[in-house]
């Protein structure tokens, strides 16, 4: 096995340091994307103050042009939940870029590194190197996209570009369980 296969390494754009972001935020439950209750929640909402506005205590309107007013509410009432959606994710987003932004200097672009080192798996970016010891890796989820490495805490997110080839990546992800799997607590066998 080559040196250079135990080697993952990637530019990282604002982008990625976005989506990793989240995505921790997601895996630690400190930010939900809005869920279809919330949407349905938000939904009923406006139909309620919508028809109450609208209404205001008018008895001349015909069953027909009730239907036709319910209709029109409920179309308003789904674009405006889609929209609502679409802005929350976009607006989520664009915050996170401006604080990562802020966080990496107005730096477009930095370099990853991911090594499986003898210690423990070493990351690096920038100018900084961070070694999170075998113990505090929890699994590796490969599903062909990125790979994402769960750790005790946080995550690392390693971008498919950062590898070569697929046997590349086949031979880093087998070195990182290999080295995870030495290390296994002989507590977690008794249970």
Request: glycine share 8%.
């Amino acid at each position: 096995m080559e040196p250079s296969h135990l080697r993952a390494r990637f530019d990282a754009t604002l982008d990625d340091f976005v989506d990793v972001g989240l995505r921790h935020a997601i895996a630690a439950g400190t930010y939900r994307p809005t869920s279809l209750a919330s949407s349905l929640l938000m939904f009923a909402i406006f139909v309620v103050t919508a028809g109450l506005v609208l209404y205001n205590g008018r008895t001349d309107v015909s069953a027909r042009q009730w239907v036709l007013f319910g209709g029109v509410l409920t179309g308003l009432g789904v674009a405006f939940v889609f929209a609502y959606r679409r802005f929350h994710e976009w607006w989520v987003r664009s915050v996170y870029r401006r604080a990562v932004r802020h966080e990496l200097g107005g730096a477009s672009c930095l370099t990853c590194e991911f090594v499986v080192g003898d210690e423990g798996l070493v990351m690096t970016s920038g100018h900084q190197s961070t070694t999170v010891q075998w113990a505090g890796v929890l699994r590796a989820d490969d599903d062909g996209g990125d790979l994402v490495i769960a750790l005790d805490p946080g995550l690392a997110v390693i971008r498919r570009r950062a590898f070569a080839s697929a046997e590349h990546r086949q031979v880093f992800v087998a070195a990182l369980e290999a080295r995870r799997a030495q290390v296994v607590s002989p507590v977690s066998h008794a249970r």
